[in-house]
């Protein structure tokens, strides 16, 4: 069985403004490693 990953406060909040920013929510996922 997989094991999910907890991200913190303050990397949800630098994922939010790194999509706002590029516009797109897939590349940001893609960049940062993580799921859209």
């Known amino acids: ?3 999910r990953r907890q991200y ?3 990397f949800k909040r ?3 403004e790194l999509t ?3 516009g797109s929510l897939k ?3 893609d960049e940062l ?3 859209p």
Do not use: L, N, R, Y
């Open 8 to 10: 913190d406060k303050e």
């Open 27 to 29: 590349v940001t996922a």
């Open 20 to 22: 706002d920013a590029k």
């Open 14 to 16: 630098m994922a939010v």
């Open 1 to 3: 069985m997989k094991t």
């Open 33 to 35: 490693g993580i799921t």
